[in-house]
């Protein structure tokens, strides 16, 4: 059978930069592979919500 190691590690590409990161519970960032990649996504998120929000204000037409 098949035994769980106590540290998982693994390689994925970091959503943020595509480059190699370190999947592993020594990583607190991951899948990112640094803080500042995870900074960038939470960015990018943010950034997406507002302009959602923007575009709803624009198509928010009261004809009352
Ligand atoms: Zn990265």
């Known amino acids: ?7 998982f590690q ?7 930069c595509k480059g190699d990161s370190l999947y592993a ?8 592979c640094s803080a500042r990649c995870k900074a960038l996504d939470l960015g ?6 507002f302009r ?3 575009s709803n204000l624009t198509t ?3 004809d009352q």
């Open 25 to 32: 519970s020594t990583n607190p960032y991951r899948p990112f």
């Open 10 to 16: 693994k390689i994925v590409p970091c959503p943020a």
């Open 44 to 49: 990018a998120w943010a950034s997406e919500e």
């Open 60 to 62: 928010d037409t009261e």
């Open 52 to 54: 959602m929000e923007a």
């Open 1 to 7: 059978m098949q035994e769980t190691p106590e540290v």
